[in-house]
């Protein structure tokens, strides 16, 4: 099927490793963010999900880190395996107004080697 | 938990004809949001319900989409006339709390216009 992935930054780690995902969010006043996992031919999996009220939160193998004064957001894969590799999107949104948008970024491809 | 369910999971159709796009979201859950994905834009949100009610639809493209949710279980999108351009895959995403909170991705729809 079609791939989401041909012009995605990619990252190619070896199987074991850990793997480091980044994101920049543009918008300041975004306090809400999410990194979702999406294999091929699937919708995209929910990860893990961080507060602006918090900086680091940690999930089973991995971790979210958040610097909101560069407005950047990490996705920390520990001892990465094969079933890791998919494209991962960050989101995020603003508790400001009386609408919810979640805005997604444009997607990391990783790969995992064996 | 059959998570949230699309249909049908592949169209095709020919440019002009009218294409509708099915939702069951998961019961319980009071947001839902149509999302469209392709290669160039990304992952965008078109519009999203809470309790059955549209909220923002600023994302539909144009006229030509339209949206309902006539109940808690179920949501349609609707391309008439449909356009080349049109195809993409269409994800259905569902959320039990508004906002701030997980949404859950259905399987999406892949369209193809001719």
């Known amino acids: 099927g079609e791939s989401v992935g041909l012009h995605l930054p990619t990252l190619s780690v070896q199987e074991g490793d850990n793997s480091i995902i980044n994101c920049a969010y543009s918008?300041?006043?975004?306090?809400?963010f999410i990194w979702y996992k999406q294999e091929s031919g699937k919708g995209p999996q929910f990860i893990i999900d961080?507060?602006?009220?918090?900086d680091k939160r940690q999930g089973q193998r991995v971790t979210v880190l958040l610097n909101k004064t560069v407005k950047h957001l990490s996705l920390q894969i520990a001892a990465t395996q094969p079933g890791d590799s998919a494209v991962y999107f960050c989101?995020?949104?603003?508790?400001?107004?009386?609408?919810?948008?979640?805005?997604f970024g444009k997607g990391t491809l990783l790969t995992v080697n064996p | 938990d059959a998570g949230v369910i699309q249909s049908p999971r592949h169209e095709v159709t020919e440019m002009g004809q009218e294409v509708t796009l099915r939702c069951k979201p998961i019961?319980?859950?009071?947001?839902l949001f149509w999302y469209r994905q392709t290669m160039m834009r990304g992952l965008e949100l078109l519009i999203y319900?809470?309790?059955?009610?549209?909220?923002?639809d600023s994302g539909m493209p144009e006229d030509r989409f339209s949206a309902k949710m006539p109940n808690a279980s179920f949501s349609t999108l609707k391309i008439q006339p449909s356009e080349p351009r049109d195809s993409a895959v269409y994800f259905c995403?569902?959320?039990?709390?508004?906002?701030?909170?997980?949404?859950?991705f259905g399987p999406g729809t892949r369209l193809t216009v001719l």
């Open positions: 319900f809470n309790n059955n009610v549209p909220i923002d």
């Open positions: 989101a995020e949104t603003s508790s400001g107004g009386s609408n919810y948008k979640l805005t």
């Open positions: 918008n300041s006043a975004s306090d809400y």
């Open positions: 961080i507060r602006s009220n918090m």
């Open positions: 995403a569902s959320s039990p709390r508004f906002p701030y909170n997980e949404q859950f």
């Open positions: 019961s319980g859950h009071n947001s």
